[in-house]
Nanobody
Framework: QVHLVESGGGLVQPGGSLRLSCAAS????????MGWFRQTPGKERQFVAA????????VYANSVKGRFTISRVNAKNTVYLQMDSLKPEDTAVYYC?????????????????WGQGIQVTVSS
């Protein structure tokens, strides 16, 4: 099994950058596709980005394409979300998730392990 812990969130001004990290415990990290989702109060959780087990395939939501980059280092059991050119509408709680598949899923139903979430606030 995989246990996930996010870090790196906080307050940033519009146009700024943050890098989220998600550290996974367990020996089977490389068997999982990894994804990032986000949620704001009163709204459903939405897909942000995902990467396959090797890091060779990625998928992004249209709203973050060209601004966010997902990557992973299997030797460190860690997945990252580099967020650049941040906008106020990126403000949300961000969740890291793991999916036991070789694909790159965008649906949260495909993920069976979730982190506790971390707050990202973009405001001047």
């Amino acid at each position: 099994q995989v246990h996930l812990v996010e870090s790196g969130g906080g307050l940033v001004q519009p146009g700024g950058s943050l890098r989220l990290s998600c550290a996974a415990s367990g020996r089977t990290f490389a068997n999982y596709a990894m994804g990032w989702f986000r949620q704001t109060p009163g709204k459903e959780r939405q897909f942000v980005a995902a990467v396959n087990w090797s890091g060779g395939a990625t998928v992004y939501a249209n709203s973050v394409k060209g601004r966010f980059t997902i990557s992973r280092v299997n030797a460190k059991n860690t997945v990252y979300l580099q967020m650049d050119s941040l906008k106020p509408e990126d403000t949300a709680v961000y969740y890291c998730a793991a999916s036991p598949t070789t694909l790159v899923p965008t649906s949260e139903d495909s993920y069976n392990r979730w982190g506790q979430g971390i707050q990202v606030t973009v405001s001047s």
